[in-house]
């Protein structure tokens, strides 16, 4: 029969990975839909997430059966032909055009402050800490900032630009630890709301504004978690941005996740349910990007640490659901559990990168080297 050709195909690939189809193991899969095997070989990794979501499976320690799976490139063995058609529309398309730019704005970072507030640190900032001596997720977060301000050299007075500036968190360190004024852009209407209200009496402007209307001058830039929503197409016009609005003594970090492979989309399931038109960029697409343009200086990779973020995110968000539940619903918790865990465990693989990269326009005279960090 067709089905168990399926069920002996899918348990064939977990086996790779150490997993058992209803096993006795954390990091086994249980397994509730026997139509889940069919779906899965049809339909890939977007049938993967679609049907956790839906109840067709379950697993006690989803972030490490992920990161198995990771490891043995289970991603990567099924490939439907849907996802062909998803790649060449990514290839075709400039899907992150400014047109589109807002999308993840309204159905992400819209969701409700109340879910980001409960979940995140709080400053509410939303990209990966530096645990290198924090013990805390709201120690990793001002470390991770205090990392970013050491490699820019901040000092008062000078001007920052914050290219999705997120709620305002990383802006108002800077502004009272560091002394700078800043201006601060991002595709969310909560976020400018948010950002502005934290602000208030504070050097600090936040605009409402994608990233390529951008020209004029700063002495500093970074970008905290925002890449990710630029798209390979877009790499050159805003490594373009990043150079016309940076002084020639200027520096710019940027701080991204990374993909180990070039590719021209992301995973389908993230796409379709958590962050419209994203993708990962490459080491690759980043270095022909910023090529001509700007002058590498410092490249910085620590994804063991958003493993550790996302799992103090993932209890913090279960830890609130009970107060968070009437408002999202059954089916929202097991979509947002899958992203937090999922995300975990594929970092823990190393399948994904985190890293912070450090630009100067022209050089820097005698060389970069940034100031003592913790």
Not at 41 to 55: C, F, N, S
Not at 293 to 317: K, V
Request: charged share 25%; with cysteine; aromatic share 14%.
């Amino acid at each position: 029969m067709a089905s168990q050709r399926y069920r002996r195909q899918v348990e064939s690939m977990l086996a790779a990975a150490d997993i058992r189809v209803n096993g006795d193991r954390p990091w086994d899969v249980q397994v509730i839909n026997e139509d889940i095997f069919a779906r899965v070989v049809a339909e890939g990794m977007l049938a993967v997430g679609e049907g956790y979501m839906d109840g067709w499976w379950t697993c006690e320690q989803l972030d490490e059966m992920i990161c198995k799976a990771f490891r043995a490139d289970f991603h990567r063995d099924i490939r439907p032909v849907k996802y062909l058609l998803f790649s060449l529309q990514a290839r075709l398309m400039n899907l992150q055009r400014q047109a589109r730019a807002y999308q993840v704005g309204r159905e992400h970072y819209d969701l409700g402050r109340d879910l980001y507030r409960a979940m995140l640190d709080r400053r509410m900032i939303y990209s990966c800490g530096y645990w290198r001596r924090a013990t805390t997720l709201d120690e990793a977060q001002e470390h991770k900032l205090d990392l970013i301000a050491h490699k820019l050299g901040f000092e008062p007075g000078m001007r920052v630009l914050d290219i999705g500036c997120g709620w305002g968190g990383a802006l108002n360190y800077f502004a009272e630890r560091y002394g700078v004024s800043g201006v601060g852009v991002t595709i969310s209407e909560d976020q400018q709301a948010a950002a502005v209200e934290l602000n208030a009496g504070l050097p600090v402007e936040v605009r409402l504004q994608d990233y390529r209307q951008l020209d004029e001058p700063f002495d500093r830039i970074y970008s905290i978690g925002m890449f990710e929503h630029v798209g390979y197409k877009n790499y050159a016009t805003y490594m373009d941005v990043v150079r016309r609005c940076l002084k020639p003594d200027g520096l710019f970090l940027l701080h991204t996740i990374g993909g180990r492979i070039s590719q021209a989309r992301t995973d389908p399931w993230i796409t379709r349910y958590i962050f419209p038109n994203g993708m990962l960029p490459s080491a690759r697409q980043i270095a022909t990007a910023a090529e001509a343009r700007l002058s590498l200086e410092d490249w910085h990779n620590f994804p063991q640490d958003y493993d550790r973020t996302l799992m103090c995110w993932y209890e913090n968000f279960e830890r609130a659901w009970p107060t968070l539940e009437p408002r999202y619903g059954e089916r929202f918790f097991r979509m947002w559990r899958y992203y937090l865990l999922a995300s975990a465990g594929g970092f823990r693989a190393c399948g994904n990168q985190l890293w912070q990269i450090v630009y100067s326009r022209d050089g820097v005279p005698g060389g970069y080297t940034p100031r003592k960090i913790r």
